[in-house]
């Protein structure tokens, strides 16, 4: 009898998450929207990351670690690809033409310095995400994971950078 009242009550919780994510998708405006969308559309492949990750720890992890490790990859391509849209803004106000195509004509009124950007942003380049992520790491806000700044910092012959091996697994 209790695990029927567990069902009942997940199935409650999950009607009122979806209940809430509707007020909340019916609160944005259409661009919000439109961002909203394309960032739900966007998928990692999972046995692309499973294979990642195995290769990284040299063993098997169940689908939990690789769910986890998909949404904070999902994450970070945002921040980074946010961060580029910023550099490439900042490349447009600089004056630098971001398309071979030609530019549409100007209309006769002055606009906004944003809908100017925006009319002359063509799509994110090798550059933009270079200097994206060179801004990303000279902020800290990785803290220096992933970096491999240990890898540059040896202290000795470069052996202490690694843990040793104790032929345990770390995911069961």
Known sequence: MALEDVGARTQEQKQEEIRLRAML????????????????????????????????????????????????????????????????GEYIRAGESQSDLPTPPRSGAEGDAEEDVELHRGPLRPEHLREAWRRYRLAGESRGVGMQQLWHHQKQDGVERFSTKTGKRMFK
Request: proline share 3%.
């Open 25 to 88: 998708v019916e609160a944005f405006d259409p661009e919000q929207y439109s961002r909203y969308e394309h960032w739900r559309a966007m998928k990692l492949t999972e046995s692309v990351v499973k294979r990642v990750v195995n290769a990284t720890v040299s063993q098997s992890v169940p689908g939990m670690v690789t769910t986890a490790v998909k949404a904070v990859t999902k994450l970070f391509s945002g921040d980074i690809i946010e961060l580029a849209r910023q550099v490439q």
